[in-house]
């Protein structure tokens, strides 16, 4: 589309551990000014919207310690060093919910915040579900919530689900599932 | 709706530029084992998405550093230190795109990458808009293009505007404008 204005002069290592590394760039801006930009790389977000046969789905809650707010989303995880997103989902969804499904639709990326992270979100519908058992992270205390579909996205039109991955991923499935005449009403 | 599970034993400054700062923390996660947490502190994300009388909007394209990729995305930027969402969505608009409004609507907030930033991002749609000069940041290359706002949803649906503040400030106002029934079809 456009060829990249900026010009990256050098690049330092800040601060790196197991979830994101930041780095501080110096660069030439668009403008022709001298000026340094933080870079902070983090690997791939997934985000999961598992899907029973009777359109219900599966919500994760958990205290998001940096927003210091409680907050309700769809299964997500980071990828591993090297994973596929596709697998990385397979595994995320196992994790946190137990669940394994058979049909999985990949509903495309997103930047989750494009002026200081090269983070970005991959968005995949999970069907032909089956139950399992979970096996969270350590790290983590969620609690699981299994709700019809159309209610997910009456949360994320009302406003209540606000992390961004889970908005843009109820609503990718929403209009996936709209468009091939799967959506029960 | 949940105490907060995490505790946090002590903070260190990493790393502070202009846009953002890093700390990391010390803490003992949820299930009681101690670790560390590296938190990106960044300021308010403001994004706008303007409405002309005849139902078109504005779309700001550029290239994202972050991610060496071009991007269009709705007028955004973040607050200035102590400044009002309102007051700084004004601003924004004015710079980027010369536009003045006299009609706001604040479409809430959301959380751009929970898993390690505290930004929240906060909307608004601005109706009865004026043309007037813009005045972009001296970091910035913008491009402004015109478009039906119906055809901006299109580009969300088809997953053409990837920008997560993008897609959730376009869907609250398509969901707003239909609500209030003001949406031309």
Do not use: C
Request: aromatic letters at 10%; charged letters at 25%.
């Amino acid at each position: 589309m456009m060829k990249n204005p900026w010009k990256t002069l050098s690049s330092k290592e800040i601060y790196k551990n197991q979830w994101l590394r930041l780095r501080e760039d110096q660069v030439i801006t668009p403008s022709g000014h001298n000026g340094i930009y933080g870079v902070v790389e983090a690997k791939p977000a997934i985000a999961i919207v598992p899907l029973s046969e009777n359109q219900d789905t599966y919500l994760v809650g958990q205290y998001r310690y940096t927003l210091d707010e409680y907050s309700w989303e769809v299964p997500e995880g980071g990828a591993l060093d090297g994973e596929h997103t596709l697998s990385g989902a397979k595994r995320e969804l196992k994790e946190e919910t137990g669940l394994t499904a058979r049909t999985w639709t990949y509903l495309g990326e997103l930047y989750t915040s494009n002026s200081f992270t090269n983070e970005r979100g991959y968005v995949y519908l999970a069907e032909d579900i089956f139950d399992g058992v979970s096996n969270p992270d350590s790290t983590e205390q969620l609690r699981i919530k299994k709700i019809p579909f159309l209610q997910a996205w009456q949360l994320v039109l009302e406003g209540s689900i606000k992390d961004a991955l889970s908005i843009v991923s109820i609503l990718r499935a929403y209009e996936y599932l709209k468009k091939s005449q799967k959506l029960n009403n």
